[in-house]
């Protein structure tokens, strides 16, 4: 069966269609700046270069007929019909407490989700057009929800509550959701594979360092904690997000600068570039820091010790620490941080082997053989988990 996985935007569309006979990718794309000027679409069949299609694409629909449109190209194309796709996935940022697992998306879906928007205001009304989208254009294609926050509705309250007025968990929902729950699912699963263990025997920490991060602690398969919280800013410091901070200082922000402005300077002026004041890309942050630069080397410390001390507290949290996993842009392509992050661990048995770390971007444990615990990096893979899903859902099991 071929599966369209999609993953929208507030003004993009990522996409890649599977063939699940194999897991292969059959084609995949981008379609970027939806309804602002220069929008384009990127179309590569896997095996072939990519193709560029420049057009003003104002809306959602449009990507998606696009989208379609590109997959049945006879040159660039990967199915002949459109009979030929079983099902479609959707990333969904957030499905609050109502979804644990991901869920066949129908019209009592559909309304939970748009309840859901308060909590997610940039992210889920993306997704719920992109949604829409697709059953105009696919009305009788099947279509699964795949929710960044269901892989940790298995934290125990204690972890998820915030000390706040119950009123507002109860009536509100103000409490620790976490996201990037598929990347921690995923590469704490393959992690547990890698290794021939029974996922219920580990204690297992993840770490997705991305433009956004977030440290998960997974015990026996299940989300136990998580760094990030009601939103995607809590917990490390990251590209532009400013992650943990003394709510006091949120409060002082807001008083001088109005809170819109406030909630814009935590999300999009903090972290890496709030604090280095050159970039968010960690590329350049490492850059700076091999050059001299006093700020960049601040991040680049900040961001290391954040995540040293979440490692600290899940191991803490877990009673024991088996696995550490490092995952997604930094955590697959940064030697030098999965070396700073490790410094210091071995009173937790957590040691790297530099010739081992020496690399990027692949499968590969990077701990010295027989140490207490296993380091590894595992590049994530939300796209397959969501397509797997979305066959297991339509097929029933
Ligand atoms: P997103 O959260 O947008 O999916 P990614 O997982 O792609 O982000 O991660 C982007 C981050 O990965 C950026 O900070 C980027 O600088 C970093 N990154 C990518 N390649 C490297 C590299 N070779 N060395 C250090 N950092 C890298």
Request: net charge neutral; aromatic share 6%.
């Amino acid at each position: 069966m071929k599966i369209l996985v999609i993953n929208c935007g507030s003004s993009s569309l990522k996409y890649q269609l599977f063939d699940m006979a194999d897991e292969s990718v059959l084609a995949k794309g981008l379609v970027e700046r939806i309804g602002i000027d220069g929008s384009r679409l990127k179309h590569t069949r896997t095996g072939q270069e990519a193709v560029l299609v420049e057009q003003p694409i104002p809306d959602h629909k449009v990507a998606v007929s696009l989208v379609l449109k590109a997959l049945l190209d006879k040159q660039h194309g990967a199915i002949k019909s459109l009979d030929e796709l079983g099902a479609v996935g959707h990333r969904v940022v957030h499905a609050g407490e109502k979804f644990s697992c991901s869920v066949r998306l129908d019209d009592a879906v559909m309304a939970a989700l748009k309840e859901c928007i308060p909590l997610a205001p940039l992210h889920n009304p993306a997704n719920i057009i992109g949604i829409e989208a697709i059953s105009a254009s696919l009305p009788n294609v099947p279509q699964v929800g795949v929710f960044d926050t269901a892989f940790h509705q298995t934290m125990p309250d204690y972890a998820y509550m915030y000390a706040v007025p119950y009123g507002y968990y109860k009536d509100a929902k103000v409490r620790r959701y976490g996201f990037h729950g598929t990347s921690h699912l995923f590469v704490s699963h393959r992690a547990a594979e890698i290794l021939g263990k029974p996922i219920q025997d580990l204690k297992i920490v993840t770490c997705h360092l991305g433009n956004g991060s977030s440290v998960t602690a997974v015990k026996n398969g299940k989300s136990v904690d998580t760094s990030m919280g009601f939103t995607p800013v809590a917990g490390l410091v990251m590209g532009t997000r400013c992650g943990d901070v003394d709510p006091s200082v949120v409060t002082y922000i807001a008083a001088k600068e109005g809170a819109e402005k406030a909630d814009k300077i935590l999300n999009k002026e903090s972290g890496l570039q709030g604090i280095s004041g050159k970039s968010s890309d960690m590329r350049d942050i490492e850059e700076g820091m091999k050059a001299g630069d006093a700020r960049c080397t601040l991040a680049y410390n900040m961001l290391c010790y954040g995540i040293r001390k979440y490692i600290g507290a899940y191991a803490a949290a877990m009673g024991g620490i088996d696995v550490l996993v490092f995952t997604a842009g930094i955590g697959e392509n940064s030697p030098e941080v999965r070396a700073s992050v490790a410094e210091g661990l071995e009173f937790l048995g957590i040691k790297v082997d530099a010739a081992k770390n020496d690399f990027r971007g692949k499968e590969r444990i990077i701990s010295p053989e027989g140490a207490p615990v296993t380091v590894m990096v595992v590049p994530t893979n939300e796209e397959l988990v969501i397509a797997r899903d979305t066959l297991r859902i339509i097929s029933g099991r």
